[in-house]
């Protein structure tokens, strides 16, 4: 059988050695019954949400002064918590860097005053917009860290008193983040951490009041408990996916990783007669890389020639049309390569007339 390499922007591919363990585990864990089965308040289920947050504590190096909670929802659910629980003025600033941006932006506006602290929508997200020269009298300054759609990545940070609130769903265990700088960090997990259904909320423990909000909605009430029936498979396998990464070497091999496969493939696009990468410059993403040929039935023809040579999901997001590949922890560099190899092929085949016409 052909080697398959999973492009997904998210659900993302997973390591390959997690996902034999898991299917070996399925229908017995410890206690002789599935994993899906086991009750969220036993022992032994404990352990496994105990193991998960000390191996992510480990591995981003988290301080005791901030809380880690197990939610669900995904990155969207928090657009809405973020301001209902931070909010004191009820003035919040955002960087206005993509979709995601822009759709955190239209949900803080139902709890305060959204001040756009700056935006690249002119120039539909190419670009990062700068960090704002000041910023005060706000309650938090929000920012998406990776741009999973528009292929951008903020690496640095403005000096400020403001408290920094980073979606860092695409990026997380992908690159360092120093969490000090931070006062609350929220992702999905389905891109780095596990499957779909655990959102992991990083936040500083004095950031988190009592509020007059439905007790799911409140932060408080997740501390340091779990408050109703959470997505137990996906925290099991999130576990499982921590343990590997400490065991290849943690964060920082993860990061020398994704450094060496996106320079790898923008090198290649750089160079190509027929690709090109749609973000260019120092805001280039470790992870998530938008490309295209300028030809929207390229691109699908190309997709189609990819597929058939086991390369999947390379399709850019609806909203942008194009190409993508993510290239997150579990994406080896075999599989770079092969795409590269891919594209030489297309090339040299003159855009295979028959994919085109498909």
């Not at 305060?112 to 300054?141: C, F, N, Q």
């Not at 360092?176 to 951490?193: E, M, T």
């Amino acid at each position: 059988m052909a080697v398959i390499y999973n492009f997904s922007a998210g659900p993302g591919v997973l390591p390959e050695p997690v996902l034999r363990e898991v299917q070996a585990e399925f229908l017995s864990y410890k206690q002789g019954v599935s994993i899906v089965e086991m009750s969220h308040r036993s022992d032994t289920f404990a352990t496994i949400v105990e193991q998960l947050e000390a191996r992510l504590r480990r591995l981003m190096q988290i301080p005791d002064d901030y809380a880690v909670l197990f939610l669900q929802g995904g990155a969207t659910l928090q657009f809405s918590m973020v301001p209902m629980n931070l909010r004191e003025s009820g003035r919040f600033a955002y960087l206005d860097s993509g979709i995601w941006s822009k759709k955190a932006i239209a949900d803080a506006k139902h709890y305060g005053d959204v001040v756009v602290a700056g935006s690249s929508a002119a120039v539909k997200y190419r670009d990062l917009p700068a960090w704002p020269e000041t910023i005060s009298d706000v309650d938090y300054l929000h920012v998406t860290l990776n741009n999973t759609i528009e292929g951008t990545r903020y690496t640095k940070l403005p000096d400020t008193d403001v408290p920094i609130v980073a979606d860092v769903s695409s990026n997380i265990l992908a690159e360092a983040i120093d969490v000090k700088r931070y006062g609350l960090l929220y992702a999905g997990a389905q891109k780095n951490i596990g499957p779909a259904g655990l959102t992991l909320v990083i936040i500083r423990r004095d950031l988190i009041v009592d509020r007059d909000l439905p007790s799911y909605l409140a932060y408080s009430k997740h501390v340091d408990t779990l408050l109703n029936t959470p997505s137990t498979f996906s925290l099991y396998v999130a576990e499982r996916v921590l343990a590997w990464v400490e065991g290849e070497g943690g964060v920082e091999a993860m990061e020398r990783r994704n450094v060496e496969k996106s320079g790898l493939f923008y090198d290649a696009l750089d160079a190509s007669p027929m690709f090109y990468a749609v973000v260019s410059g120092k805001d280039r993403s470790l992870t998530n890389i938008p490309f295209t040929t300028g030809d929207v039935e390229t691109d699908r023809a190309f997709q189609r020639f990819a597929e058939a040579r086991g390369l999947i999901e390379l399709g850019g997001h609806r909203s942008v049309g194009g190409l993508r590949a993510s290239l997150y922890n579990a994406m080896p560099l075999e599989g770079v390569k092969r795409l590269i190899d891919v594209m030489h092929e297309f090339e040299q085949e003159g855009q295979d007339v028959s994919y085109k016409n498909v």
